[in-house]
DNA sequence: ATTTGTGCAAATCGTTTGCATCTGA
DNA sequence: TCAGATGCAAACGATTTGCACAAAT
């Protein structure tokens, strides 16, 4: 029973999904969710899992993500025009943007809360509500 | 001094930009800020635009509103992915969204309240935070 | 006259898709 | 076996850029 216990739970999860554990998925979950909360644009866990000896294609990267999105495995953060960032922390939070790096930072749940929301109009419902706060250098003066 | 009222007040924003008034521009001002506040794509603007006979390039569209945001008569929204948003009210407030059909909707100033934000990393500062609100169909049941 | 803006078409960037091949159950 | 997954390269949509021409000061 003691197979690579770094590899099970993935597995798992995978298959609870729905969603058949392929090396290529089993790679990039492994990824993804290895270590605490990340946020990563395609290209970036592309570059990444080159890196660690995975060649996947960066087509399948795209497919992943928007799998595992659809599994609720993932969450889409939108930040700015071009490039989706994707996040591994699905639950209710919020964000930090930096303007000078482009990184996504959570902000600690149930610190931040946002009051006073006015009805949606007729015949429609909240499914969400994004906080996105962008950071700039603090000028030095 | 009674010169074509309805374009004079643009003019003069045009300049206090640093922006020399030309055709196209004032026209583009003019369908942008004739009616309360917008949110338009750069492709919704320049179709816009033609039908009003004002026949602009859409390589010249995104090049006025990213002059328009520079100079701070516009202010860019993000919502997902692809398509970029422009909002001819450049003050502080915040936005529905309607997942269904793509529109932009201003909240009432002064509803909305985001509190308890933690303080920012150190060197940097809160530039902006942007909240959106996703709405969709309620489901009738 | 000189500087700045404009239009077009080609180029770029992120992302998606078609299709032949491969792989996991 | 065989549905489902992958990789590649071509297709895509939004945005940008290069350059010759036109308009504003």
Redo the contacts with the bound molecule.
């Keep these: 029973m003691a197979l690579q216990e770094t590899k099970e739970p993935v597995r798992g999860m995978l298959r609870n999904a729905g ?7 089993l790679a990039l979950a492994g990824i993804l969710f290895a270590k605490g909360d990340r946020h990563v ?3 970036l866990l592309h570059e990444e899992a080159l890196a660690n000896g995975v ?6 990267v ?3 993500l ?2 595992f999105t659809g599994a609720g495995l993932l969450r889409e953060v939108a930040v700015e ?4 960032y994707f996040d591994t922390n699905t639950s209710n939070h919020y964000h930090f943007f930096s303007e000078r790096d482009g990184v996504l930072m959570d902000i600690p749940v149930g610190k931040l809360a946002v009051d006073g929301l006015p009805s949606p109009p007729a015949g429609m419902e909240v499914s969400r509500i994004d906080v996105l706060v962008r950071l700039v250098d603090k000028k030095s003066g």
Excluded: D, W
């Design positions: 969603l058949r554990p392929t090396r290529q998925r644009t395609a290209e060649p996947v294609s960066l087509a399948t795209y497919n992943t928007h799998q025009g071009s490039k989706t």
